[in-house]
């Protein structure tokens, strides 16, 4: 999944930037208004956290330019104790949540969590396909109860793929939510993720969950 954080008070942006990388999220940070607006509408993201004091452009006039042209991206609200009614305009602006500052990470990572699922028509955090489960919280992966490891890339793959299961998902959308903006992307370098996570999660078994359309992308599904 990937997030862009636009904070201006860096230690802070740091901070949780690294706690989300940590989490295997995929993490841009903007620290201005402009610029933050600008990649919120160039980039796909699963989320966006927004503080709501910011320079040049401040973090309710985001929120409304994104949903006045219509972008349904999650919006995390980070705002102040005494900012009640910026948070109330924020919702009503079309915010998914907020969280007041100070806050616990572990509260946040909860938060932006439930909005990510939420956006993607989801309430259990645990997915069940078939009989494969990908428990979104713990990242803990099993299949007919046997339990899979995967490295952090397979997981992130996995897991957008889980998310979106039943919908044929391109290679250059799974490379756009798998890389940061900066990296240089290859998309055929997916190709390769896809076989190693064939071969943990699909060898061995009669139905095969990850599927190849041809000239479309991948499909993750549990029926014939
Ligand atoms: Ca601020």
């Given at each position: 999944m990937k997030i862009l954080i636009i904070e201006d008070e860096k230690r802070m942006a740091g901070i949780l930037k690294k706690g989300l990388e940590e989490q295997t999220f995929i993490v841009d940070v903007a620290h201005d208004g402009e610029e933050g607006l600008y990649m919120a509408e160039n980039y796909p993201y699963d989320a966006i956290l927004l503080?709501?004091?910011?320079?040049?452009?401040?973090g309710l006039t985001i929120l409304n330019e994104l949903r006045s042209k219509g972008r349904d991206v999650p919006v995390l609200l980070i705002t102040a104790r005494g900012e009640i009614e910026s948070r109330i305009k924020g919702l009503n602006f079309g915010a998914d949540d907020y969280i007041v500052k100070p806050f616990d990470f572990s509260e946040l990572l909860a938060r932006l969590r439930s909005v990510i699922r939420r956006s993607k028509?989801?309430?259990?955090?645990v997915i069940a396909i078939h009989n494969l489960t990908i428990?979104?919280?713990?990242h803990n992966v099993r299949r007919a109860e046997k339990e899979i490891t995967l490295s952090a890339t397979e997981y992130n793959l996995l897991e957008y793929l889980a998310l979106n299961s039943g919908r044929v998902i391109s290679r250059s959308e799974l490379t756009e939510h798998m890389y940061d903006t900066d990296i240089d992307r290859d998309s055929n370098v997916i190709d390769v993720y896809v076989n190693y996570l064939r071969n943990k999660?699909?060898?061995?078994?009669?139905?095969?969950l990850i599927h190849t359309v041809r000239g479309a992308g991948y499909l993750l599904k549990g029926e014939e």
């Open positions: 503080d709501i004091m910011l320079p040049i452009m401040d028509g989801k309430t259990s955090p428990d979104t919280n713990s999660l699909d060898k061995g078994f009669d139905r095969q």
